[in-house]
């Protein structure tokens, strides 16, 4: 009945008009962008058929009857997915396995396919296995050519689907899947415990400060380090409208990756005028990104940075955006600094009229007498950990106040720049980064005497639940070639220096080469770094750079008396 149903749409329903399709052919678009011209109405229509159809790949009738599915423009179908796998000194491949006779494939499906095959081709050992799988979206002109590429977190439980063409509609004969696969090993340089073993725990950061000038420049190597280091997502803060539009942006660029946020932080509260028409601009930015904002936050109230003449702007803005969260269905992300008694207040308040409401205190840091104040008002409070607990002179109380918690209201975050967890190896970074948090983790795990890679799995789950986050594929196994820990220092001096060089208003400077001179180029840590080197000198780097580790390349550098090309300068033989 299905199959008769479906063969009489596919033949007979014309959503494109025989106009509207030449208009489309005459505009060189290709055929598949018909599918604006009436696609929702196709949907809305005929969607509850097509999944049937969808699942007929399950069925015994894909197998003894593959000419009546084809008659009815089904089948053969074919899956294309493809990726590329990073290897040696800028070596990489791309490697594409096809899936025949199917319409549509799982999220799941498709991590263990890519896993799998990359696995079979047995060359590349030092891979591991991946952290994180990214779908690639690539949009186009109408010309055909590539202006933007966005990269979607590929989702377990999504279905990817062969789409429709128009007119019709009918299903296009294959549909290429690319993909972006981050594995965790020498490309991407981790800084993980000692305790880190072969496995990666996984790890969803709870709060970063992506809108600061000084993460700009690099936010792609941060969201691939931390990858590596098993931190797969990154729920952005904000603080004022101009850093919630910059989340949103890098939101747009990392979907389902970096998730924005939007508030008005206590210390910015002052600067935010309240009035009903900014109070407007807040509301009308949400509707129109709900399916992109994740929280609202970070809001709350802060008597330690600000003077207590603030307290009612404050305040203001913290009811205001408390009471706004519910009406989108929104967890919310709350900071608060010595106002405890102000804030008991509002939220006992707050869960009379919302119970069992989600909540997160960020970045906490207060006692046993705190924790019980908070469970008290509400059991569905959760509380973010962060570096605060690797530090030394800061954290008895706050380990003291951890063990009290019920581990099913543990998350961490990192609140980066900020709360550098020191109980990393020295020399400390310039700044925190996502992927720090793998040392958090095992900290919170000695102090709750507990097994890390346990702990990592209930946070998981409990981060899940307060954001309502679809899960995604993930693995995180570490190849047996890589197990010494590099430090961050490195990469970060690079950036800035780079980063520098690249503002800087001096012209371009010739340097000529002599006779038995050459350029040698070796990537570091993301970066391709220069240097002028003798033939000879090179045809031996060109062998043995690949084995080296950053830190021995830099010897080797010293050694060899090795010149840096800068930046600004380009090199021409001379004649």
């Not at 946020?261 to 509260?269: E, S, W």
């Amino acid at each position: 009945e299905i199959i008769q149903k479906t063969a009489l749409i596919l033949s007979t329903k014309q959503i494109c008009t025989p106009e509207s399709w030449n208009l489309v052919n005459k505009s060189n678009k290709k055929k598949a962008e018909c599918r604006d011209i009436g696609g929702p109405l196709y949907w809305q229509t005929y969607e509850p058929i097509l999944d049937d159809i969808w699942e007929l790949q399950n069925t015994k009738l894909s197998s003894n009857n593959p000419d009546l599915l084809a008659d009815c423009g089904l089948f053969p179908k074919i899956i294309k997915l493809r990726w590329r796998i990073y290897f040696g000194k800028n070596k990489s491949k791309r490697l594409q396995n096809i899936l025949m006779h199917t319409t549509s494939v799982t999220g799941s499906q498709i991590a263990q396919n890519i896993h799998q095959f990359t696995q079979k081709e047995n060359q590349y050992p030092e891979l591991g296995s991946f952290t994180k799988i990214e779908v690639i979206e690539k949009i186009r002109d109408i010309d055909g050519k590539v202006v933007k590429t966005i990269y979607h977190d590929l989702e377990s439980d999504k279905n990817y689907k062969i789409p429709l063409e128009f007119p019709g509609p009918v299903m296009a004969k294959e549909k290429i899947f690319e993909f972006r696969v981050h594995w965790p090993g020498k490309l991407y340089h981790l800084t993980t415990p000692e305790i880190y073993n072969e496995q990666i725990p996984r790890i969803i950061d709870t709060g970063i400060n992506f809108f600061y000038d000084e993460f700009s420049p690099y936010v792609d190597n941060i969201v691939r380090r931390s990858f590596a280091a098993g931190v797969t997502n990154f729920i952005a803060l904000s603080v004022d409208f101009k850093s919630t539009e910059k989340s949103l942006a890098l939101a747009k660029s990392y979907p389902k990756t970096i998730l924005p946020t939007v508030g008005v932080h206590p210390t910015k509260a002052t600067e935010e005028e309240f009035s009903e028409e900014i109070k407007e601009q807040y509301r009308a930015f949400i509707e129109d990104n709900i399916q992109d904002i994740i929280a609202i936050g970070e809001i709350g109230l802060d008597l330690h940075k600000c003077e207590a003449n603030t307290l009612e702007n404050q305040t203001n803005w913290f009811k205001f955006f408390l009471y706004l969260a519910p009406e989108y269905n929104l967890p919310l992300i709350i900071h608060e600094r010595e106002a405890l008694t102000e804030m008991t207040e509002i939220l006992s308040d707050f869960y009379q009229q919302h119970p069992d409401y989600p909540i997160q205190i960020n970045c906490f840091n207060g006692d046993e007498a705190c924790v019980s104040t908070y469970t008290s008002i509400n059991s569905n409070i959760y509380f973010s950990i962060s570096g605060l607990i690797c530090s030394e002179n800061r954290n008895d109380t706050l380990m003291q106040a951890l063990v009290t918690i019920p581990i099913e209201r543990i998350v961490i975050g990192s609140d980066a720049p900020y709360l550098i967890p020191y109980s990393m190896a020295k020399p400390f970074p310039k700044r925190n980064e996502p992927g720090f948090l793998p040392h958090v983790l095992v900290q919170i795990a000695a102090v709750l005497n507990t097994d890390h890679n346990q702990l990592a799995e209930q946070i998981l789950e409990n981060t899940r639940t307060l954001f309502s986050l679809e899960p995604t594929p993930y693995h995180g196994i570490r190849s047996d070639l890589v197990q010494e820990e590099i430090i961050y220092e490195n990469p970060q001096i690079i950036e800035q220096e780079r980063y520098k060089q690249s503002k800087s208003k001096q012209h371009k400077v010739k340097i000529m080469l002599k006779d038995d001179e050459e350029v040698f180029t070796y990537n570091m840590h993301g970066f391709m770094k220069k240097y002028i080197v003798s033939t000879k000198e090179k045809t031996l780097l060109e062998v043995v750079a690949e084995s080296l580790t950053a830190q021995q390349f830099l010897e080797k550098v010293q050694q060899l008396s090795m010149r840096e090309i800068p930046i600004n300068a380009y090199v021409k033989k001379s004649n």
